[in-house]
C-alpha cells in the first residue's frame, strides 16, 4: 500500500466518520434536552407540517372550550333573572286570584292589589332593561337580534288573518341567501281569543320548524309582541340575527302591521348599537358557532302592563298564565342550551386529547430510543477519536525510514 504523508488518507476517513457521528450526537442531544423530536423543518418537513396543522386545531380547541363556558356564564345569567321574573309572575297571579274572590275582595282592597301589580310590574321592565353579561344587555330583545325589519304599527286586537294562518318564504338568513327558492313557513290558525304573544308564539313555532328543516338551527328570525298598555292592541317586531328577507307567499304578514313592501319584509336595521349577535364559536375552524338569542322580558312584552286589577281580575289571570308560560319556555330554551354547551364541553375535551396525542407522536423525543442512539453516537465519538489519533500516528513511521 507505502507509506505517504501528504495524504494521510486513514486519518482523512476516521476525521469524516468522527465528524459524522459528532453531528448526530449533537442531533440526539438537542431532542434529549428539547423533548422534541422535530426542531426545526430539516428534521423532518412533512411531520412538520402535519404537526403544525394539528398543534393549530388543538389551541383553537382549548379557546373554543373557554368560549362555551362563556356562554354557559350567559345562559345562566339570564336564566337567573327568569327565575325571579318566573316569582314575580306568580305573584301576580296570586294577587289576581285574590281579587276575583269577589264575594270577598270590595274595591278597596283590589286597589290594594293593583298597586302591587303597578310595583311588580316595574320591576320586570326593571330587571329586562339592566340584566346584562359583561355590556351585553340579555332580556331587552337585542342579545341574538342584531338586525330588526321596520317597526310595525299598532294593530287593535288580533288580525283576521291570523286566525286562518298565513304563509310566507324566507329567502335571506343572517345576510346570506338562501339556497333554491327559498324556505317555506306555514303559520297555522290562532283563535279570536288569542293574545298577541299567542300570535308571536305561533309564528317563532312556525319559524323555527322550517329553519330547522333547511339545516339551521331555528333561532335565525323571531317575532315579538309588545302589548299597548291601555290594551288597545300590540305591536309585532320581526328581529333576526343578522339580515333577513321573508316574501309573503300568502297573507298575513301586512295585516299583523309589519311594513311589508311589494310582499316583502326586510330586516336590514341594526338593532340597537350594543346589541350583541348571540353567537358563540364553539370549533376550532371558521364558522362553527351556535346563537343564543333572548326575546324581550319585560311587562310590555309579556303584557302584564295590561292588567287592571279593579276591573277584570279574570282578565288577569289569563293574561299571567300566558305570561308564565312565554317565560317558561324561554327558561327551557336556555336550560338545553345551557345542556348542549356542557356536551360541547365534553367533545371538545376529547378532540383536544386525542389531537395532542397524535401531535406527540409525531413531534415528541422517544427519550428511550433517543437515549439508546445517543449513546451508541457518544461510544462512537469516543472510538473514532482514538482511532485518529492512531491514524495521526501512523504517519511517524515513515522517520524510521530516515534514520
Known sequence: ???????????????????????????????????????????????????????????????????????????????????????????????????????????????????????????????????AFGKSKLLDGTFGATNTAAPSTKKAGIPASSQAGYTFNITEVGGKAVPGSGIAVTVPAVSSTASAADVAATVNTALKTALQGAGYQGNEVS????????????????????????????????????????GTLTGDQPNGAASNNGQFQVGANANEKINITIGAVNSTALGTNAIDLTSDPDAAITILDRA??????????????????????????????????????????DMAQEMVAFTRNQILTQAGTSMLSQANQASQNVLSLLR
Open 324 to 365: 308564565i308560560s312565554t317565560v317558561s319556555d324561554q327558561r327551557a330554551s336556555l336550560g338545553a342550551t345551557q345542556n348542549r354547551f356542557e356536551h360541547i364541553i365534553n367533545n371538545l375535551n376529547v378532540a383536544v386529547e386525542n389531537l395532542s396525542a397524535s401531535e406527540s407522536r409525531i413531534r415528541d423525543t
Open 223 to 262: 317575532m315579538q309582541a309588545s302589548v299597548a298598555a291601555d290594551g288597545s292592541g300590540a305591536t309585532y317586531t320581526v328581529t333576526g340575527n343578522g339580515k333577513f328577507t321573508l316574501n309573503e307567499s300568502g297573507t298575513g304578514l301586512a295585516d299583523l302591521g309589519l311594513a311589508v313592501t311589494t
Open 1 to 131: 500500500m507505502g507509506l505517504r504523508i501528504n495524504q494521510n488518507i486513514a486519518a482523512q476517513n476516521a476525521y469524516r466518520n468522527l465528524s459524522v457521528t459528532d453531528s448526530q450526537m449533537s442531533k440526539s442531544l438537542e431532542k434529549l434536552s428539547s423533548g422534541f423530536r422535530i426542531n426545526r423543518a430539516a428534521d423532518d418537513a412533512a411531520g412538520l407540517s402535519i404537526s403544525e396543522g394539528l398543534r393549530a386545531q388543538t389551541g383553537g380547541l382549548k379557546v373554543a372550550v373557554r368560549n362555551t363556558q362563556d356562554g354557559i356564564s350567559v345562559a345562566q345569567t339570564a336564566e337567573g333573572a327568569l327565575n325571579e321574573v318566573t316569582s314575580i309572575l306568580q305573584r301576580m297571579r296570586d294577587l289576581s286570584v285574590q281579587a276575583s274572590n269577589g264575594g270577598a275582595a270590595d274595591a278597596e282592597a283590589k286597589k290594594a292589589a293593583q298597586k302591587e301589580i303597578e310595583q311588580l310590574n316595574s320591576e320586570l321592565t326593571r330587571i329586562g332593561d339592566t340584566t
